[in-house]
């Protein structure tokens, strides 16, 4: 569970799918987990993957052809789906009729028009680095659509970067006097073409690369991936390595929240929730690091099993202190989300249904938060998880209020989850005899996992190779963020931080730089090893 080989698909022709969609909607897989394309060389393959909320997954196929990509626009069945088809356009050149051009989405704004859309399997990734070098300038657009909607509206450019950010990202508003009326999102800042890079690695080398997704849930970006793997493979990992994946995974958890619970505190201006819940959070990544040797990238699951055992004294050790964290969390509960202050900055604002919450295909606290009991740990368990006891931890309408309250519950459920682990981990060898170099035979599966952020969706096409030939990624912002724009829409401008920042968006780390010489009138893309190069140049010359 949690993953699975894709056994069967239901082919459709695009004239049919919106009425294939509606058929599936009424059986009750109302949740678009993700859009796939796949280049399959004389034509593209369209993957609709559908669930339910009983761990049952549909995947819906549409073949065009290259010279003629076009499907209709889903979004006004499920508009969740519309970043899904924006991300397709962008990145395989598809048109989604009905679906109104709104500019570039993930690729920057100068990559060319007529160039070759990159994820195509005949673009090479130098082809894509010479389009965007040869440009000018790669400034964003203000805004992506027309914007202004009476004569008092003000289009106010909001990021890539700004205080407010913790990451580039780039919203226009249209606003009245204080009142956000409108919000376009931009993103793509710190796209770095991860997805294109997997093709070119062995799958040992790719787990390395994936779990740089995220610097926060690395973890959860390797093992998902890992399950995929495994799944083509027909490969089942030994019982204690499940366990010590789902030991690490809920630790990453803790972290995860913690941060996140620091950062609410900053943007709401309570410094002392921020310094204490961070302080707290140290104990946590302190035991990540005894574990794996990393605070932040663990690289600590592999194909077949873990990269190294922790024996049962230290696992429950382990247990110890995280229920020693777990009661500074209850502390934190009882003194700050009482306090008047507190629960007037964050009660009703951001706030949401829970049709609101589906209808944007919301995934984990931003959507149990609502009201609905989503956690594929619990729909479709995977690791550890179908044998350990713990609560789905749900409010009655999302708003940040909830939203912490649900988090910091979750942090006590992840405490207990991980007691459990201590008490009823297996005896065994978690590490496989050899890391696998071999190749994978033709066929593909989907894995999914609850990150911290939510449900986080993998799909993994082999050809018979050491590389895989499509790997595909979905994390919990995509969806998330959807909502985000929506619930900011008559916020004010003083609360937008704290709104984007309740849905723990995480826009991943650095992806380009590009270096404009007024005096030449030239632009050029740093790599990395240019920019340690140009930095050791200044050094010397100081």
Not at 204 to 225: K, N, P
Not at 317 to 325: E, H, L, V
Not at 455 to 465: M, R
Request: glycine content about 6%; charged content about 25%.
């Amino acid at each position: 569970m949690g993953s699975a080989k894709i056994q069967a698909k239901h082919q459709v022709i695009p004239s049919e799918l919106k009425q294939r969609l509606l058929s599936l909607l009424a059986q009750g897989f109302s949740h678009l987990i993700a859009i796939t394309a796949v280049d399959r060389g004389d034509h593209l393959e369209v993957l609709y993957h559908l669930g339910d909320l009983n761990g049952r997954v549909e995947h819906l196929s549409a073949e065009i052809p290259k010279s003629n990509a076009v499907l209709p626009d889903i979004s006004p069945l499920l508009p969740g789906s519309l970043f899904y088809e924006r991300e397709i356009s962008d990145l395989f050149g598809v048109k989604f009729e009905g679906l109104d051009s709104q500019g570039r989405f993930i690729l920057p704004d100068c990559y060319p028009k007529e160039a070759p859309p990159p994820l195509l399997r005949e673009v090479k990734p130098e082809s894509v680095k010479e389009y965007i070098s040869q440009a000018q300038s790669c400034e964003v657009q203000a805004f992506t659509q027309p914007a202004p909607l009476s004569p008092e509206s003000v289009v106010v450019p909001f990021g890539p970067y700004h205080p407010a950010l913790k990451e580039p990202e780039h919203i226009s508003l249209v606003v009245e006097g204080e009142v956000i009326k409108k919000a376009f999102l931009r993103i793509g800042f710190v796209h770095r073409g991860i997805e294109k890079a997997a093709e070119s690695r062995t799958y040992l080398r790719d787990i390395f690369l994936l779990e740089r997704v995220c610097g926060i849930c690395s973890t959860h970006h390797a093992w998902t991936f890992v399950e995929a793997v495994e799944k083509l493979l027909d490969l089942g990992p030994p019982k204690r390595a499940l366990y010590l994946r789902t030991l690490v995974a809920e630790l990453e958890r803790m972290h995860s929240h913690s941060l996140w619970l620091g950062l609410v505190g900053y943007w709401m201006g309570f410094e002392t929730m921020f310094m204490w819940v961070w302080g707290m959070r140290e104990a946590i990544m302190d035991i990540l690091e005894e574990i794996t040797g990393n605070r932040v990238h663990k690289s600590f699951v592999t194909i077949g099993g873990v990269r190294r055992d922790v024996s049962d004294e230290a696992v429950k050790g382990i247990a110890r202190r995280a229920a020693d964290f777990e009661k500074s969390v209850s502390r934190v509960l009882e003194e700050i989300v009482s306090v008047d202050e507190f629960v007037e900055r964050t009660r009703d604002i951001g706030s949401y249904s829970l049709k609101q919450a589906r209808k944007y295909v919301t995934v984990g606290p931003v959507r149990r938060a609502a009201g609905d009991p989503y956690d594929i740990r619990k729909i479709e368990p995977y690791g550890a998880y179908g044998e350990l006891e713990f609560e789905v931890v749900t409010a009655d309408r999302g708003d940040v209020y909830n939203l912490v309250l649900v988090r910091l519950k979750e942090l006590q459920e992840s405490a207990r989850i991980i007691q459990q682990i201590a008490e009823k981990i297996p005896s065994g060898n978690p590490v496989p005899q050899r890391y696998f170099m071999g190749t994978v035979r033709e066929s593909e599966a989907y894995a999914r996992t609850e990150a911290p952020r939510g449900e986080l969706f993998y799909y993994v096409n082999s050809n018979n190779t050491h590389t895989p030939y499509r790997v595909k990624i979905r994390t919990p912002t995509l969806p998330n963020i959807q909502l985000a724009a929506s619930i900011l829409e008559g916020a004010t401008l003083s609360d937008l931080p704290l709104i984007v920042t309740s849905i723990d968006p995480c826009f991943s780390c650095m992806d380009r730089i590009q270096v404009y010489n007024a005096a030449t009138n030239t632009s050029r893309t740093l790599t990395l090893e240019d920019l340690l190069a140009e930095v050791k140049k200044r050094r010397v010359r100081k």
